[in-house]
């Protein structure tokens, strides 16, 4: 089992702010994806990354996968309040997440 | 209907009850799970399930039995809880066991259970 470990836990900022959560772990993964889950409902995958490097971009979210394959990171430009939510990572393969950054948007 | 259905959304019971929680996905997925999700903890992986096969049980206490009578379907059956067990249980699926490149899980809404 590898430990995932997300920073930081909490993060509450206003509309139109950039923001950064990270994912860490002390072991190497194959891939590793983010998902989100809104308030009420299941987790929703977002993206997977697979090689050491890359960067994966999606609208507003970009992901990088570290070079070393043990670290990722989401950056969203000019949040808007419906990135609110839980915002997990997980480990292909390993069927377990982080335990998740939960950010808040205000209007 | 597509994607994973988790019913009943909402579920209050006593501690000497016995109830079940229901998945069913209709993806063609050949794995299913059981997470626990409470408010101070990260997702707990409960129960996996592959090809209908139990593959992983992680510790969890007999009071929670799941059962997989095919590859659509998925319960959990619920006995003699206690209050601590009130959570987000959170099913899904994944075209195979864990989730390989471009896949992922798909997850139902969850059934939030309270015990009283």
């Known amino acids: 089992t590898q430990l995932l470990e997300q920073s930081p836990q909490f993060l509450s900022i206003q509309e139109g702010e950039n923001l950064t959560v990270y994912c860490n772990s002390s072991s190497v993964f194959s891939s590793l994806q983010w998902y989100r889950q809104e308030p009420g409902e299941g987790p929703v995958l977002l993206v997977t990354v697979v090689t050491g490097g890359e960067v994966k971009k999606l609208k507003r979210l970009t992901f990088q996968f570290g070079d070393a394959r043990k670290d990722s990171s989401l950056h969203i430009t000019a949040a808007q309040t419906g990135d609110t939510g839980l915002y997990l990572c997980a480990g292909v393969n390993d069927m377990r997440f982080g335990a998740g950054t939960r950010l808040t948007v205000k209007p | 209907e597509t994607g994973v259905t988790q019913t009943p959304r909402h579920l209050v019971m006593g501690m000497t009850n016995k109830k079940s929680l229901k998945c069913e996905q209709h993806l063609g997925h050949n794995a299913m799970y059981w997470y626990k999700q409470s408010a101070k903890k990260p997702l707990e992986l409960m129960f996996v399930?592959?090809?209908?096969?139990?593959?992983e049980n992680n510790s969890v206490p007999s009071r929670f039995s799941p059962e997989c009578p095919n590859s659509s379907h998925l319960f959990l059956h619920l006995h003699t809880l206690q209050p601590e067990d009130s959570a987000l249980y959170l099913c899904?699926?994944?075209?195979?066991?864990?989730?390989?490149?471009?896949?992922?899980?798909?997850f139902g809404s969850g059934t939030r259970l309270t015990v009283v």
């Open positions: 399930y592959s090809l209908e096969e139990r593959v």
């Open positions: 899904a699926s994944s075209h195979t066991l864990g989730t390989g490149e471009g896949y992922g899980y798909t």
